[in-house]
Every structure is written in structure tokens, then in C-alpha cells.
């Protein structure tokens, strides 16, 4: 008597679990191909008013200035052919990005950014390095501005200079320096 080598049942029965089974196989592969986790820096973010002078409409008895102020801020970036890396030179924060198929993305971070925007600003989630220095610097103006009873600030200037401080073989720090100035305004009470 022959032997199959095969049960004809328990064939079909098989192909009928792998109808069943192989679709959500595939559903879970494609969730976990295409997930991926996103990395949040915390922010500490502040606004402030800023005005044109010749939009206040106010006569020299309606407001006093109060002082003219002016804050610096200083960012690193170091590029090498993995990484990219925003530091603050003291410390307070760190945002390490990996390069990805021509992209940037966020890996880790230390510290907490603070930042600011003046009224007439948006904020975007993507900052780039020219925007980090920048919103820190306005952050400074705006603590100086509470510290000193400001209601705002009149026509702030906002300058950035850059200068590469470190080049290798194949990495690159880079240096953003903003300085912003403004007249911080009290309102007067009639």
C-alpha cells in the first residue's frame, strides 16, 4: 500500500487559515513600516507686543519709554555626514537630528528651549537653526521688558551674524549670533 505524502484536507485547511491570517499580517506590517516616532522638545514660549512707532497714534503724553534694552543669543551647529546638532553654548539645550532619505529628523534633545515671538510673528514647529537664535534673543527681550513694567516695545531691531567656527574633514560648527534691541514702552494711565 502507497503512502501519500500529503493530506488533502489538511492542505486545504491550511490554505484556508492563510486567507484569514495573511491580511492582517500584512495590515500589521504596513502600520509598522510606516509609523514612526516624532520627537517633541519641550518649549517655553513667550509674546510680545511689538508696534511700529507710527502705527501707535499716541501723542508723547500718552506713553513713556521706559528704556532701551538690548539682549544677544548665541546658538552651535555641528553637521557631520549622520548628524546635525543645535546647542546652546551654555548648555541650557540640545536638539540632535539625524539625517533620513535627505531629511532631518529630530532624535533626541536636552534641556528646555525658550522662546519668543513678537506679536506680528507666527510660530513654526520646524525651526531652523537662523529661528532658534532668533526666538531666544526675543524671548531675553521680553523677560528684560517684564522686569522693567513694560506694556511692549516699540520698533525693535533684530540683527544676526554667522561665522563657521570649527571645520574638519567631514563635520562643520557653525555659529549664529542675534542681537535684538528695542525701546520698551509703559503706557500712561489718564
Excluded at 21 to 42: D, E, G, N, R, W
Excluded at 63 to 73: G, K, M, P, Q, V
Excluded at 130 to 138: F, N, P
Aim: charged share 20%.
Amino acid at each position: 500500500m502507497k503512502r501519500k505524502l500529503y493530506d488533502k484536507s489538511g492542505l486545504q485547511f491550511f490554505i484556508s487559515k492563510i486567507k484569514i491570517f495573511l491580511p492582517i499580517f500584512f495590515v500589521f506590517i504596513m502600520i509598522a513600516c510606516s509609523s514612526s516616532t516624532k520627537v517633541l522638545m519641550p518649549k517655553a514660549i513667550s509674546t510680545l507686543n511689538s508696534v511700529q512707532f507710527k502705527e501707535l497714534n499716541l501723542t508723547s503724553n500718552d506713553y513713556e519709554i521706559l528704556n532701551t534694552i538690548e539682549s544677544t543669543a548665541r546658538v552651535n551647529v555641528t553637521m557631520d555626514a549622520k548628524s546635525y546638532t543645535i546647542s546652546d553654548p551654555d548648555g541650557s539645550f540640545s536638539l540632535e537630528y539625524a539625517k533620513v532619505n535627505e531629511t532631518l529628523q529630530l532624535q533626541k534633545y536636552t534641556g528646555i528651549l525658550t522662546i519668543g515671538y513678537l506679536s506680528n510673528e507666527t510660530g513654526n514647529l520646524d525651526m531652523t537653526p537662523e529661528d532658534i537664535v532668533r526666538k531666544i534673543a526675543i524671548y531675553r527681550i521680553i523677560q528684560m521688558t517684564k522686569e522693567l513694567g513694560g506694556d511692549g516695545v516699540i520698533e525693535p531691531v533684530i540683527t544676526m551674524n554667522i561665522e563657521q567656527t570649527k571645520s574638519g574633514w567631514n563635520s562643520a560648527t557653525i555659529t549664529y549670533l542675534t542681537t535684538v534691541s528695542a525701546k520698551v514702552v509703559k503706557l500712561k494711565s489718564k
